[in-house]
Nanobody, 116 residues
Framework: QVQLVESGGGLVQPGGSLRLSCAAS????????MGWYRQAPGKQRESVAA???????MFTDSVKGRFTITRDNDKNTVFLQMNSLKPEDTAVYYC??????????WGQGTQVTVSS
């Protein structure tokens, strides 16, 4: 059973930065795309950023130029560097990993609050 453990959330002022980390453990097979989703109160969960095993990245339009996603394949770890944070970035952020046969795994979520 794959487990995803997230860390790095918290409270930050507008314009500030946070770095989220997510480590996958318990996997006996290759983990393909890893990424981050977020869900704000009263809204649907949305994809924020993703990175393939080969390093191809994808971002939702609202975070382009502000967020960076990287990964360490050897450690099955993915990072989300969030800069120039805005109040509308406030949400619970979930790590996601894709395994063989379209298997999906989720972390427990970490709260990011952007407020002055």
């Amino acid at each position: 059973q794959v487990q995803l453990v997230e860390s790095g959330g918290g409270l930050v002022q507008p314009g500030g930065s946070l770095r989220l980390s997510c480590a996958a453990s318990g996997s006996r097979f290759t983990i393909y795309t890893m990424g981050w989703y977020r869900q704000a109160p009263g809204k649907q969960r949305e994809s924020v950023a993703a990175i393939t095993r080969s390093g191809i990245t994808m971002f939702t339009d609202s975070v382009k130029g502000r967020f960076t996603i990287t990964r360490d394949n050897d450690k099955n770890t993915v990072f989300l560097q969030m800069n120039s944070l805005k109040p509308e970035d406030t949400a619970v952020y979930y790590c996601n990993a894709q395994g063989p046969a379209a298997a999906q795994y989720w972390g427990q979520g970490t709260q990011v609050t952007v407020s002055s």
